[in-house]
């Protein structure tokens, strides 16, 4: 099965990354997307993230009813940080059946290089880049690649301005699923958020 991996710390997951997510997995050759909730990522930092089985289970209700979606706590099992390549291996020793692509932005693609074994990620895995704004990329950067891109619908919504509407008491409806929200006010998740 083909199947591309959406990393991210969905703290906490919106429509936004569903609309990309759902998007790629219906104009691409891929069967199946799975967002792979990191618990910690290298490049943020910990203190402004919500415990990563609450950021799971919100990933999980969030996307239950699209069977092309499935939620991943695959880092979970790994040493933290959690980094690409490390979790690339230990999919491809567990699921030898599967074939596995990254996701991601092109302002992340622009950070590539910062990644840990970027040169073995680029050899041997290929890459599916949805084109964000203000970070432009050529297809001459790309020729020769393992890199493909994809012109996703694109929401200008941010995690980071979610968790402020929250700890302000706004509203977030329409920028999280239903469920998302429901549980989000439920259990006071981001009221005493810092950033």
């Given at each position: 099965?083909?199947?591309?991996?959406?990393?991210?710390?969905?703290?906490?997951?919106?429509?936004?990354?569903?609309?990309?997510?759902?998007y790629?997995?219906?104009?691409?050759?891929?069967?199946?997307?799975?967002?792979?909730?990191?618990?910690?990522?290298?490049?943020?930092?910990?203190?402004?993230?919500?415990?990563?089985?609450?950021?799971?289970?919100?990933a999980?209700?969030?996307?239950?009813?699209?069977?092309?979606?499935?939620?991943?706590?695959?880092?979970?099992?790994?040493?933290?940080?959690?980094?690409?390549?490390?979790?690339?291996?230990?999919?491809?020793?567990?699921?030898p059946?599967?074939?596995?692509?990254?996701?991601?932005?092109?302002?992340?693609?622009?950070?590539?290089?910062?990644?840990?074994?970027?040169?073995?990620?680029?050899?041997k895995?290929?890459?599916?880049?949805?084109?964000?704004?203000?970070?432009?990329?050529?297809?001459?950067?790309?020729?020769?690649?393992?890199?493909?891109?994809?012109?996703?619908?694109?929401?200008?919504?941010?995690?980071?301005?979610?968790?402020?509407?929250?700890?302000?008491?706004?509203?977030?409806?329409?920028?999280?699923?239903?469920?998302?929200?429901?549980?989000?006010?439920?259990?006071?998740?981001?009221?005493s958020?810092?950033?």
């Amino acid at each position: 099965m083909k199947i591309g991996l959406y990393f991210g710390s969905f703290n906490p997951i919106h429509n936004g990354h569903l609309i990309i997510a759902n998007y790629i997995a219906n104009n691409s050759e891929l069967e199946q997307v799975w967002l792979v909730v990191s618990p910690q990522n290298p490049f943020k930092k910990s203190a402004v993230l919500l415990n990563e089985y609450d950021r799971l289970f919100l990933a999980r209700i969030a996307v239950e009813d699209e069977p092309r979606l499935k939620v991943s706590d695959v880092e979970f099992k790994l040493p933290q940080p959690s980094y690409t390549i490390d979790t690339l291996i230990y999919l491809e020793e567990k699921f030898p059946q599967n074939e596995f692509s990254i996701i991601m932005g092109s302002d992340s693609y622009q950070n590539l290089h910062k990644w840990k074994n970027t040169d073995l990620i680029l050899k041997k895995y290929s890459i599916i880049v949805y084109e964000r704004p203000g970070h432009k990329i050529r297809e001459e950067e790309i020729k020769g690649t393992r890199i493909k891109l994809l012109k996703a619908p694109l929401l200008e919504i941010s995690a980071t301005t979610i968790r402020q509407n929250i700890k302000r008491g706004k509203s977030i409806r329409y920028l999280v699923p239903e469920k998302v929200r429901e549980e989000i006010e439920k259990s006071g998740y981001y009221k005493s958020e810092i950033k």
